[in-house]
């Protein structure tokens, strides 16, 4: 048997950063890890240059049950600290469009620099094992399966930071959610969050086959609206816009999108009686032309100066609120994150701290907080883990 200050469970975005901050401030580090090595979904990200941060991340960018929870760990450990990090490692970077930042080469950069951390503060880690039992007396005991044998490390800390159940390929599973309920904490309904929408028949059967197609667009659901791309898919919506709106949907799975988002439908046609083009040519100026061919409306084969200008206004104001329900989403395979997890109202917004169990914790993305698409979950990884280092090294 081993003992550890802190043993902690996943060696993920939240795992390695905790484990190396915790193994920095003095204490004695284990990390268990299902997989055969660190970070995978940190490998996959960002199109592999891994999106590690956004410049400008708030509470405010965070959905949870507690939307006042991240407001600490984001303000004890921020973008520009992160930052810091990367630049001492000399990874270099790039920003793209609404404060998106990316490693210059890729996003095995963030993994080699996280490791480094960890073995610059001898953090102990145990790739290709399996745990099978967490309990506490005095000391958790964890109980795991490596390629060895069984093994089992006791200590007076234990970290959860196994993700949610987003892109099982990777590896994902329940287990920071049993282990939660096990110690008797809530667990607010996991869902598949920044993901592809899917429709029904009456959808796929009209643009189906605009498949590639994307237009920037304004995207509605209950309080949220966000502008950026919309991209069709075989069964549905995707792009930036889609998945950013999946987090907000409710139980009626409602939306409205702008298509038009820069156009005023009464200032699309300003001379009526000379424009002689069919009015799916003048929308082609706004629009994708297979879009347009595929809309529903017999008025698009007319010349426009034929048309009412109400009924043109009409059309156009359709376009700029069309409303849609989508009958599903992609499922974890294809999320982003994981929504829910285990409910905040049992946990410290300072430490990350469980206030049923001395010494548990949980970080990331286990936990209720599901940031925005462009880096926030990464930094909500990076603050929870920093606030839960840094009490562990005050215990």
């Known amino acids: 048997m081993q003992n550890f200050d802190v043993v902690v469970l996943g060696a993920g975005a939240a795992g390695l950063m905790c484990a190396a901050r915790a193994a920095a401030g003095g204490c004695s580090v284990l990390v268990v890890e299902h997989n055969d090595r660190p970070g995978k979904k940190i490998r996959i990200s960002g199109g592999g240059r891994c999106n590690f941060t956004n410049r400008s991340v708030t509470h405010r960018n965070m959905i949870s049950r507690n939307p006042d929870f991240a407001r600490s760990a984001l303000a004890g450990y921020g973008p520009g600290d992160f930052i810091e990090l990367v630049e001492s490692y000399g990874i270099a ?22 490791m480094s951390e960890c073995r610059r503060s001898q953090v102990e880690i145990a790739f290709d094992c399996h745990v099978n ?31 949610g159940l987003s892109i099982p390929s990777l590896g994902a599973s329940d287990l920071g959610y049993r282990i939660a309920e096990h110690f008797g904490h809530p667990i607010i309904e996991p869902l598949p969050a ?16 605009l498949s590639g197609v994307s ?16 991209l069709f898919t075989h069964r549905g919506l995707s792009g930036p ?29 300003t001379d009526y009686p000379s424009e002689r083009r069919q009015l799916r040519s003048v929308l082609a100026l706004h629009l994708p032309q297979r879009l347009v061919d595929v809309w529903d409306s017999p008025l698009l084969s007319k010349p426009v100066n034929t048309i009412a200008r109400r009924d043109v206004e009409s059309l156009l104001t359709a376009m700029k609120h069309w409303r849609l329900t989508a009958s599903g989403t992609e499922g974890y395979a294809k999320a982003e994150v994981t929504s829910g997890g285990v409910c905040t109202s ?8 469980s206030s049923i169990v001395d010494g548990l914790y949980f970080i990331g993305e286990v936990v209720d907080v599901t940031g925005w698409l462009g880096g926030y979950n990464f930094q909500w990884a990076w603050s ?8 562990l090294t005050r215990r």
């Open 93 to 114: 970077w790039h920003e793209k469009k609404l404060g998106q930042l990316f490693c210059d080469g890729s996003a095995q950069q963030i993994i080699d620099m996280l």
């Open 133 to 163: 039992t967490v309990t506490k007396s005095d000391l958790f005991m964890v109980e795991y399966m490596s390629s060895s044998g069984a093994k089992q490390a006791r200590a007076g800390n234990l970290v959860v930071a196994t993700g």
């Open 194 to 209: 920044l993901v592809p929408l899917t429709f029904g028949t009456d959808f796929t059967g009209r643009f189906g086959d």
């Open 215 to 230: 237009l920037e667009a304004n995207v509605r659901a209950s309080s949220a609206l966000f502008r950026e791309n919309v």
């Open 241 to 269: 816009a889609i998945l950013q709106i999946s987090s907000y949907l409710r139980d009626d799975a409602a939306l409205e999108i702008d298509l038009l988002p820069d156009v005023d439908a009464r200032a699309v046609i």
């Open 346 to 353: 049992r946990l410290s917004s300072k430490t990350m701290q």
């Open 384 to 391: 929870s883990a920093a606030s839960a280092a840094a009490a």
